[in-house]
């Protein structure tokens, strides 16, 4: 495997990443929909999770820049994911790793064009499309969605927190600084900043697939473990 390539199919934990929808000739510029390097076709209208390729979704996660390619350090959707991840209960890793996998389809746009976006069209139409998508692509991976107002409260505040760490350590605005502030960044903080930037392209699609497989086989054991208790 090199830095370009993904593991074998055969390695990922969850989910079919075989061929399922397959092209048909003109299908390529369908309005609304997005081909995949695997060969299927996802409706952004109307996604499905049998449309969705994991191995797909984590390869564009890897290539989908944050702060729209600003930054005096690049960063990437795949390097926040692990970094939210690690900020949120152990049960909640999956939605974490996802948590803005939307983003493979729609690109990462920024808080502020979503904010001018969402005025101009009177509701939040890119919140709406973002809900389809993560519906179908944590159904693709086996991921339960935020079942309280508990587990989305931990992802925002997951997520805000690993923006505060990003914006500082790719120096984003004015005078920022990850070493010199003004951010105010522990050394708790700055070594899992620094470690999870640091690691190859390799290392950081091998890391999501393990956490992944991690959440699914800790889940199911908190599954067996419930319906034993209800059995007895």
């Not at 081909?35 to 996604?47: K, R």
């Not at 984003?172 to 990850?178: D, E, H, L, T």
């Not at 956490?211 to 007895?232: I, P």
Request: charged share 25%; glycine share 8%.
């Amino acid at each position: 495997m090199n830095s370009t390539t993904l593991p074998d199919a055969a390695y990922l934990p969850v989910g079919n990443i075989e061929r399922r929808t397959p092209l048909s000739p003109g299908s390529i510029g369908a309005p609304g929909c997005i081909s995949s390097v695997c060969g299927t076709l996802l409706d952004i209208g109307a996604p499905k999770a049998a449309d969705v390729i994991n191995e797909d979704v984590i390869n564009a996660m890897l290539h989908t820049n944050r702060f729209g390619g600003r930054g005096k350090t690049k960063s990437n959707l795949l390097q926040h994911s692990l970094l939210v991840a690690e900020m949120v209960p152990y049960d909640l890793r999956g939605i974490a790793l996802l948590h803005d996998a939307h983003e493979v389809y729609l690109g990462e746009i920024p808080s502020p064009a979503n904010a001018v976006i969402k005025a101009r069209a009177g509701f939040d139409v890119l919140g709406q499309i973002k809900m389809d998508l993560d519906k179908a692509i944590f159904a693709s991976f086996g991921v339960t969605p935020p079942a309280c107002d508990r587990d989305v409260h931990w992802i925002k505040a997951a997520d805000a927190e690993a923006l505060r760490l990003e914006r500082a350590f790719c120096e984003i605005g004015p005078g920022v600084n990850f070493h010199c502030g003004p951010e105010k960044i522990t050394t708790k903080e700055r070594a899992l900043v620094e470690y999870i930037f640091n690691m190859s392209r390799d290392e950081l699609v091998t890391t999501f697939l393990s956490s992944m497989q991690e959440y699914n086989e800790g889940r199911a054991s908190r599954d067996r473990r419930k319906a034993g208790e209800v059995s007895a």
